[in-house]
């Protein structure tokens, strides 16, 4: 999971077992290559469970606010609609549950963490420093 | 269903110098707090403390455990 990924270069996109350019599974990439296109394509993303605007979990939630309340831009997926995707993010992630917050493609923890993070400051410098 | 101690057996498996401390929050043998103060834990993000302690904890956690509330440390 953390081999290196070549460049995207089109000319890049031939034989079998090469590696390539992260693909969502629209582009024919599987589930994996999909997470890391989603963590590795903006600098903060979230898997949660619902939407920002309607989360279905409290400790979603809780992450979007805090988010939000900084200012902080973030893309976002719905894992309670994509079952696939669900099971493959607490094994990309090593982490067991959802939601889970990722800036600049390493996760930064779930809710307890990023809570804890928000009140330190350290998400701040975080969101701050990244690009 | 898993029992405190089984769980403290583990992380104590993982981390045999740790301090560990695993309460069943609810008496239902699937909830449980942990707190896990281990040395090694020092030069690690929170993060990666936590992936440490559910790496330790293995199928356990994902067939067994419904809920882990984490705390953990360097000494």
Same mark, same amino acid.
């Given at each position: 999971?953390?081999?290196?990924?070549?460049?995207?270069?089109?000319?890049?996109?031939?034989?079998? =077992?090469?590696?390539?350019?992260?693909?969502?599974r629209a582009q024919?990439? #599987?589930?994996?290559?999909?997470?890391?296109?989603?963590?590795?394509?903006?600098?903060?993303?979230?898997?949660?469970?619902?939407?920002?605007?309607?989360?279905? @979990? =409290?400790?979603?939630?809780?992450?979007?606010?805090?988010?939000?309340?900084?200012?902080?831009?973030?893309?976002?997926?719905?894992?309670?609609?994509?079952?696939?995707?669900?099971e493959a993010v607490?094994?990309?992630?090593?982490?067991?549950?959802?939601?889970?917050?990722?800036? #600049?493609?390493?996760?930064?923890?779930? @809710? #307890?963490?990023?809570?804890?993070?928000?009140?330190?400051?350290?998400?701040?410098?975080?969101?701050?420093?990244?690009? | 269903?898993?029992?405190?101690?089984?769980?403290?057996?583990?992380?104590?498996?993982?981390?045999?110098?740790?301090?560990?401390?695993?309460?069943?929050?609810?008496?239902?043998?699937?909830?449980?707090?942990?707190?896990?103060?281990?040395?090694?834990?020092?030069?690690?993000?929170?993060?990666?403390?936590?992936?440490?302690?559910?790496?330790?904890?293995?199928?356990?956690?994902?067939?067994?455990?419904?809920?882990?509330?984490?705390?953990?440390?360097?000494?």
């Amino acid at each position: 999971m953390s081999e290196k990924i070549s460049l995207p270069i089109a000319a890049d996109q031939s034989g079998p =077992g090469q590696q390539s350019a992260p693909r969502t599974r629209a582009q024919g990439g #599987d589930v994996m290559s999909e997470i890391e296109a989603d963590v590795k394509g903006q600098k903060v993303f979230l898997y949660m469970k619902g939407t920002p605007d309607f989360p279905q @979990c =409290g400790f979603s939630a809780r992450v979007v606010q805090i988010l939000q309340h900084l200012g902080a831009e973030f893309g976002s997926s719905d894992i309670l609609v994509d079952p696939e995707k669900r099971e493959a993010v607490k094994v990309y992630g090593k982490w067991p549950t959802i939601p889970q917050l990722y800036i #600049d493609g390493e996760l930064v923890g779930g @809710c #307890d963490i990023t809570t804890e993070m928000f009140q330190s400051g350290e998400l701040q410098s975080l969101l701050g420093a990244s690009k | 269903m898993i029992t405190a101690e089984e769980i403290r057996a583990k992380l104590l498996e993982a981390f045999p110098q740790a301090r560990v401390q695993v309460v069943d929050t609810t008496g239902t043998f699937d909830h449980f707090d942990a707190v896990v103060v281990e040395e090694s834990f020092r030069t690690l993000s929170r993060v990666r403390q936590h992936q440490a302690v559910y790496e330790a904890l293995g199928d356990a956690f994902r067939d067994r455990i419904h809920a882990l509330a984490l705390k953990t440390m360097a000494p």
